[in-house]
């Protein structure tokens, strides 16, 4: 059975930092593309940011360019996200994805986690 764990949210200042982990079972974790993505109340789910089966190549959504850095250990089957120069405008669900492809489109990502919260205080 596969399961997806996201952890590391949290309430933290504007300007401030954290790093979301996403940690994947029951599945060969270098077989899959991983993503993140996120949905704040009342809007859409937004891709955040993917990466590639062996980390080479990584994607990112201009909102988050050049603050998020997105990493993978495949040896851990964990992924991460590192959130810099946190804005309010970045809280959210933070949702890890596992799929086949190397894209921010949800509909192509097989398995999901339950999410972490992630507010950005103004």
């Known amino acids: 059975q596969v399961q997806v764990v996201e952890s590391g949210g949290g309430l933290v200042q504007a300007g401030g930092s954290l790093r979301l982990s996403c940690t994947a079972s029951?599945?060969?974790?270098?077989?899959?593309?991983m993503a993140w993505f996120r949905q704040a109340p009342g809007k859409e789910r937004e891709g955040v940011s993917c990466?590639?089966?062996?980390?080479?190549?990584?994607r990112y959504a201009n909102s988050v360019k050049g603050r998020f850095t997105i990493s993978r250990d495949n040896a851990k089957n964990t992924m991460y996200l590192q959130m810099n120069s946190l804005k309010p405008e970045d809280t959210a669900m933070y949702y890890c994805?596992?799929?086949?492809?190397?894209?921010?489109?949800?509909?192509?990502?097989?398995?999901w986690g339950q999410g972490t919260q992630v507010t950005v205080s103004s």
């Open positions: 994805a596992a799929g086949p492809l190397f894209t921010l489109s949800a509909n192509l990502f097989n398995y």
């Open positions: 029951g599945l060969t974790f270098d077989d899959y593309a």
């Open positions: 990466i590639s089966w062996s980390g080479g190549s990584t």
